[in-house]
Structure formats: C-alpha cells, structure tokens
Nanobody, 124 residues
Framework: QVQLVESGGGSVQAGGSLRLSCAAS????????MGWFRQAPGKEREGVAV???????KYADIVKGRFTISKDSAKRTLYLQMNGLEPSDTAMYYC??????????????????WGPGTQVTVSS
C-alpha cells in the first residue's frame, strides 16, 4: 500500500524560499514516477513538476526557473525546492506517485496515489 506524507510547508513572504519533502513508503520508490501538484481555493488541482522514473523532469511554465524537483531514492523521499515564491504560489501542495515510466503531461489523472498535502502561503 503506497503511503505519501508531505512536509515543509509554511508561511513566507514574497521572494522567499521553502523546501517541501514527501516521504514515501509501501512500494518500490525507484519504480515510480513522482510529481508535485497544487490546489488553491476555488481552483482545480494543477501540476507543478514531475520527475520520471529515470530522472527526467518536467515543470509547469509558471514555475520554471524558480522550482526544482528532485528525489533521493535511498531515503525514499521526493523534494521540491521553491525559490522566488510569489503570492500566486499560495496553495495546498500534494505529492503523488505514478506507475508510468514516462509522464506525458502534468496531469493529475496520470497519478494514482496522493499524500494529504502541505499548505504553502506566500504573503506580499
């Protein structure tokens, strides 16, 4: 049974940084692609970044150059380094896993397991 637990969220001022972590258990971590998604109140869940099984990464245009996704397979942990945060980045952030080796798009429907989320709030 896949279990994902996010941590590292919080409140920061615009321009600040946060590093989110997602601890995974219950499956072979290195066999799955992983992703970060976010959902703001009243909006649909949107893809932020994906790291495929073999390490290729994809980013939403709105976070390119500011966010970095990475993983440590030995620690079974996924990370999202967020720099240059903007008030528009305020959302609940979720990590998710997908059995696909490659992920064609930052689509939530491609991911099968989800963590409960961690809140990120950016003030101006």
């Amino acid at each position: 049974q896949v279990q994902l637990v996010e941590s590292g969220g919080g409140s920061v001022q615009a321009g600040g940084s946060l590093r989110l972590s997602c601890a995974a258990s219950g499956y072979i971590f290195s066999s799955y692609s992983m992703g970060w998604f976010r959902q703001a109140p009243g909006k649909e869940r949107e893809g932020v970044a994906v790291i495929e099984r073999l390490g290729s990464t994809k980013y939403a245009d709105i976070v390119k150059g500011r966010f970095t996704i990475s993983k440590d397979s030995a620690k079974r942990t996924l990370y999202l380094q967020m720099n240059g945060l903007e008030p528009s980045d305020t959302a609940m952030y979720y990590c998710a896993s997908s059995p696909l080796m490659t992920v064609a798009a930052l689509a939530p429907s491609l991911f099968t397991s989800w963590g409960p989320g961690t809140q990120v709030t950016v003030s101006s």
